[in-house]
């Protein structure tokens, strides 16, 4: 398939996950469609690898691979904290701060 | 065969994924990543990056996902129910996901990307000089790691240090024992 | 990739040039390591040995820096190293000793901080040490790869500082907040580095090379393809990932409440350090060789828009807040709009030489008012961390004169007041703008610091206000609030120590001055 063709497939997930970061309240699903832009990016480097014959492409899918599995831990420790703590997983619930 | 099997798992990448912030429940939203991933796999495999087809069944799918999931299930948060409709946060969203898409498909038109992908067995006369051809073997992300990006793993190295220390950290409660006796003595004094 | 490329690469892996970097990663695992080991009684033996690392490390990095200065170069060499992912030149002599020493303030205030909280100290300093490291790093990139690694380690490092205080609600909203926002800013760097790997590989168009992510192939890349929409949007997605870390308008919605619900190290931290690192990758990138030199007609009007939104909206939203932590991290957002001032003048290269010794020079300035006006507030503070109110300030300087005295040069400073030495940090970057013509935004410049004064003297104006409710007789009966706590020796020490460098610096600017034409 033409590499235009990747290009939108990856650029459609990259706007979804955007679309459900910006619109979920769910602390959980936010942190999901943030995943979703991350894989949408390593979709698009593996593309971009292969069509210009270069391997560098696939060993930086590596690095965000790992980026993305550190933030998900770190992401979820702080969730599972705030739900012992508030009982939810609203983000509009975490209103404590105000002026 | 190509053709049929790029078109499949695309549709399947793409529903999956717009399914993840649309279902009410978090476990099918979990569910629908999951699919998307094993997509996002077989679009790798086609591209003959076999290594990270693999890489991305086990790690993301395989661990990242599981974890999703054992948390939505400890939490066992209710399914939002009654949602009133936030229509300006729809109405912001609506916009990123057009002007991005529109971005994109922008981008797409560029007559340099409208190119079909070269096949794999040109991989070392194709390449640029200076480059690491593409392989599809372990041996050669192997050497590309560590040959070429040996300071970048060992950072990677701590970067996990870090976030292992910091979850620990946040999980762990030291005195969560002392609260639940002075909770008990709290109810036994009332 | 064969055995030879692999080894001939492998030659040019020197890891004694990275010795600061190592030192302080090391250290990580060395204070982790002791804590295990060294019996509960000699706890506070951890932190003293984190201090003396840091310490030693930062004497090290002076001697360095002198020893560049002196323009020996057998000492300090420059050039290349690890196949081509890091450069060490002659700024990384500069940058270095600065991040060591903000994280060695950020441990003294850390230790005023940890006394009043009940949490377990030791992984706070492991992680920030981390972070620290990876800022160092950063400066020194010279790919993309390297860049995209340091950053990140950055950024997860401070998702775990800024959730550090695990039982206060505050402190873990911040943390999720920022962990979106900065996940989100992850995406968009990533998507960016993806594009311009794509478009920088492609054979079919002139300049593309092997590795387009090394910074000199995608210098000649850009050279020669500034005008394709891909490249266009690929420079603008990694631009705008350093502008979230700087703290620039579109990217700034985490700041208020994220600098209020983190402990007030990690905010220290995040206001100097992220701020100065950003900055500092922001430099790297547009040098003269550097990675987006040939981006810089693209990038200089979009910048100078960010750049005065920054100021005006930075100043009237911080007129609003009493909450102290939200107001310094609005005021921040003005400060980052003075760098960006100095930084467009870098990026337009025109003439003005010793810009990035003046950006360095403002962002030591910065340091030296951030951390005494942090310090401050940390030895005043109760147990609540985040509620640290301008109010709470009322008739500080009838019982704590000394106190008081060394807020109002910190806050002087950072509002940038003559005689002390925020002024003539501010003054060399008017200067700058005025001899680059950029008029708009001295103007706006002018205006911004304006409003701060506003905003920073009501501060003051609180602390030195006669609390006309309180006789002498019922000083002793009035609330807890109105007795503020005595600093320890060590705290009382630093504070003078850099209040008076604050106002040295502002009377005999001229050494440090005259270092600017020799960065």
């Not at chain 1, 971009?48 to 014959?53: I, K, P």
């Not at chain 1, 705030?82 to 209103?95: S, Y």
């Not at chain 3, 300049?207 to 000199?216: N, T």
């Not at chain 3, 003559?418 to 003054?427: C, M």
Request: charged share 10%; proline share 3%; hydrophobic share 55%.
């Amino acid at each position: 398939m033409l590499m235009s063709h990747y290009l939108v497939v990856a650029g459609i997930l990259f706007s979804i996950g955007m679309f459900g970061v910006l619109l979920r309240r769910n602390t959980l699903v936010m942190l999901m469609c943030l995943e979703l832009m991350l894989n949408a990016v390593n979709l698009l480097f593996v593309a971009f690898s292969r069509y210009n014959l270069n391997l560098d492409g696939n060993l930086f899918v590596f690095f965000a691979i790992t980026v993305a599995a550190a933030e998900v831990a770190v992401g979820l420790a702080i969730v599972v904290a705030l739900f012992k703590r508030k009982d939810t997983v609203q983000v509009d619930a975490f209103t404590e701060m105000k002026n | 065969m190509q053709d049929f099997l790029f078109y499949f798992l695309s549709a399947l990448t793409l529903i999956s994924g717009l399914m993840v912030p649309v279902s009410k429940n978090p476990v099918n939203g979990a569910m629908y990543m999951i699919l998307c991933l094993i997509g996002t796999a077989g679009l790798f495999a086609l591209l003959g990056s076999y290594f990270m087809a693999a890489l991305q069944v086990l790690v993301y799918a395989g661990a990242i996902m599981v974890l999703f999931i054992f948390i939505i299930m400890l939490i066992n948060a209710p399914a939002e129910t009654k949602r009133k409709r936030d229509i300006p946060s729809l109405i912001a969203a609506a916009i990123a996901f057009l002007m991005l898409t529109v971005g994109f498909v922008m981008m797409a038109m560029s007559p340099e990307l409208n190119q079909p992908m070269p096949a794999l067995e040109d991989a070392e006369t194709l390449a640029a000089e200076g480059a690491i051809p593409f392989d599809g073997s372990a041996k050669s992300y192997g050497f590309g790691l560590y040959g070429k990006y040996m300071l970048p793993i060992q950072v990677m190295g701590f970067l996990l240090l870090a976030a292992m220390v910091g979850v620990i950290h946040l999980s762990k409660d030291l005195h969560a024992r002392s609260q639940a006796m002075l909770k008990v003595k709290e109810n036994a004094s009332e | 990739m064969d055995i030879e490329t692999l080894q001939n690469i492998a030659s040019t892996n020197e890891w004694l040039r990275l010795w600061p970097e190592m030192t302080l990663a090391v250290s990580a695992l060395v204070l982790l390591l002791l804590d295990v080991l060294i019996p509960a009684r000699l706890n506070q033996w951890v932190v003293r040995t984190g201090v003396i690392i840091n310490v030693g490390l930062l004497g090290c990095l002076l001697a360095d820096l002198w020893v560049h200065l002196a323009g020996d170069s057998s000492l300090y060499p420059v050039g290349t190293y690890f196949g081509g992912l890091i450069q060490i030149g002659g700024d990384a002599a500069w940058y270095r000793p600065f991040f060591v020493l903000a994280n060695l303030m950020m441990f003294w205030i850390a230790g005023i901080y940890f006394r009043k909280q009940q949490l377990v100290r030791t992984e706070f300093y492991a992680v920030a040490n981390i972070v620290t490291a990876a800022m160092m790093l950063l400066t020194l990139s010279n790919h993309f790869v390297t860049f995209f690694v340091a950053l990140e380690t950055i950024t997860i490092g401070f998702y775990v500082l800024v959730a550090y205080s695990r039982r206060s609600n505050f402190s873990l909203e911040a943390g999720i907040k920022y962990l979106i926002i900065g996940g989100t800013s992850t995406a968009i760097l990533m998507l960016g580095l993806a594009l311009l790997y794509g478009i920088g590989g492609n054979l079919q168009l002139e300049g593309a090379s092997g590795d387009p992510l090394l910074f000199s192939n995608a210098a000649t890349f850009l050279e020669a393809n500034a005008d394709n929409i891909i490249t266009k949007f690929a420079v603008l997605a990694i631009l705008a990932s350093l502008a979230f870390k700087i703290g620039l308008v579109p990217f700034q919605i985490w700041i208020p409440d994220v600098y209020q619900g983190a402990p007030t190290p990690t905010t220290s931290l995040l206001a100097v350090s992220s701020k100065a690192a950003g900055v500092a990758a922001l430099l790297l990138l547009f040098k003269e060789n550097g990675a987006f030199s040939p981006m810089g007609e693209f990038v200089v009007p979009i910048l100078s828009i960010v750049t005065i939104a920054s100021l005006i909206y930075g100043n009237i939203t911080a007129v609003g807040y009493t909450n102290l932590k939200r107001m310094l991290g609005m005021s921040g957002v003005s400060h980052a709009g003075f760098l960006m001032i100095a930084a467009l003048i870098y990026i337009r290269g025109d003439g003005v030489f010793w810009i990035s010794g003046a950006i360095l020079f403002y962002l030591f300035i910065y340091l030296l008012g951030s951390f005494v006006t942090f310090g401050i507030m940390s030895v005043i503070s109760g147990d609540e961390d985040e509620d640290q109110d301008m109010y709470d300030y009322t008739g500080l300087y009838q019982t704590r004169p000394f106190q008081a005295g060394v807020l109002a040069i910190g806050v002087g400073s950072l509002a940038g007041i003559p005689p002390l030495s925020g002024f003539i940090a501010k003054l060399g970057l008017f200067m700058a703008a005025f001899q680059s013509e950029m008029y708009l935004l001295l103007g706006t410049a002018v205006v911004s610091v304006v409003i701060s004064i506003y905003y920073y003297f009501k501060w003051i104006r609180e602390a030195f206000h006669q609390d006309t409710a309180l006789g002498d007789e019922e000083l002793d009966n009035a609330n807890s609030k109105k007795i503020f706590a005595a600093p320890k020796w060590v705290d009382a020490t630093l504070l003078a120590a850099l209040g008076l460098s604050i106002i040295w610096l502002g009377f005999f600017p001229s050494n440090l001055i005259s270092s600017w034409s020799l960065f």
